[in-house]
């Protein structure tokens, strides 16, 4: 999608600080960090929240939640906290599916 912030990272067109990639994933560090580590791990493909997921495409959530786990030990994170936020009332501000990998000392409250 043309007008998606997270397609045109994907697609190169806006820069971001990659931190793992594969065919159908990408994950590269937050903007505007609200912990010691935090990452975005989107698919490559837009799908708006896990309320967009269509039947054939749970398979590559299953991918997103595996690289996740790929990104914490390539960050040798002790331990992590994984957070979707989904549609506007969910506090969801981008609307392509990410997952937010935080870690560290200082980890925001829910
Ligand atoms: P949401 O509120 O939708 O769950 O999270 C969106 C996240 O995207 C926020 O944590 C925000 O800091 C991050 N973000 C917004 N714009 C950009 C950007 O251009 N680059 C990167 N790396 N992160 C962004
Ligand atoms: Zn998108």
């Not at 998606?4 to 937050?30: H, K, M, Q, W």
């Not at 912990?35 to 991918?63: C, M």
């Not at 002790?78 to 990998?101: C, L, P, S, Y």
Request: proline share 5%; glycine share 8%.
């Amino acid at each position: 999608m043309t007008d998606c912030l997270f397609c045109n990272i994907v697609a190169g067109n806006i820069p971001c600080d990659t931190v793992y990639e594969d065919s159908e994933v990408l994950a590269f560090r937050d903007i505007n960090p609200k912990a010691d580590t935090h990452i975005l791990v989107i698919p490559k493909q837009h799908i708006v929240n896990l309320a967009d997921v269509s039947e054939q495409q749970w398979p590559l959530v299953g991918r997103v939640l595996q690289s996740i786990n790929k990104v914490a030990q390539q960050e040798s994170l002790e331990g992590f906290r994984v957070i979707t936020n989904n549609g506007e009332k969910g506090g969801q501000e981008v609307f392509h599916m990410h997952w937010h990998v935080l870690a560290g000392k200082n980890l925001p409250g829910f």
